[in-house]
């Protein structure tokens, strides 16, 4: 009778756990997520994504330590999944003033399959174009992803956000040239490697 009993009470410990895990992180990681990810309904998935994750390794594994630095690691490895998958799928136009032509975004960053030293790097740079995008104005991030990371084209968002398609260019613009700026002594620091 006891192992049924202290079965049950470490349940509602666990319970408790997550749900106050859950509670004190939910804001922060939906805003950390929705920052990075400009469609609401895919930050949306991304956020339920993680917090499944976390019951699931709350419960199966066993307890996170650190449920919030665990909770952002996963938000970001799910959000560089979706990057990932996206940059893989036709784009309405590449991103000509960044990389050469044929080239993706995501082939400028070292391989995953590289090995330590290559994920490691890779992880850095992505982290340093997340914080990049998360520091251009909300008009320049939102037409910026939804074009190059989304490939939705000017003349859709045009119409979504009833603005003019030359408006979106030049938020456009200002946000691939803030990029370059910010992300080349970065650039510069991993080619002389």
């Not at 009993?5 to 470490?10: L, N, P, S, Y």
């Not at 993680?50 to 970001?76: D, K, N």
Request: hydrophobic share 40%; no cysteine; net charge negative.
């Amino acid at each position: 009778m006891a192992t049924i009993d202290q079965t049950a009470v470490m349940t509602v410990e666990q319970n408790r756990r997550i749900s106050e895990a859950i509670a004190r992180e939910r804001e922060r990681l939906w805003n950390f997520i929705r920052r990075r990810v400009a469609d609401p309904r895919d930050a949306e998935d991304l956020l339920q994504d993680v917090f499944s994750e976390f019951v699931e390794t709350e419960r199966l594994l066993r307890p996170i330590e650190e449920a919030g630095a665990w909770l952002y690691r996963v938000a970001r490895n799910r959000i560089t999944d979706l990057f990932r998958r996206r940059s893989r799928a036709p784009v309405a136009r590449p991103i000509e003033d960044l990389v050469a032509d044929g080239e993706r975004w995501e082939d400028l960053l070292p391989s995953p399959d590289g090995g330590p030293d290559a994920r490691f790097a890779r992880d850095i740079l992505l982290e340093e174009i997340f914080e990049a995008l998360e520091e251009l104005p909300d008009e320049q991030r939102a037409v910026f992803i939804a074009h190059e990371i989304d490939g939705r084209s000017f003349r859709e968002l045009a119409e979504e956000l009833g603005v003019g398609v030359n408006t979106l260019l030049a938020r456009k613009h200002y946000a691939v040239r803030y990029l370059r700026q910010r992300l080349a002594a970065i650039h510069q620091e991993f080619s002389r490697e």
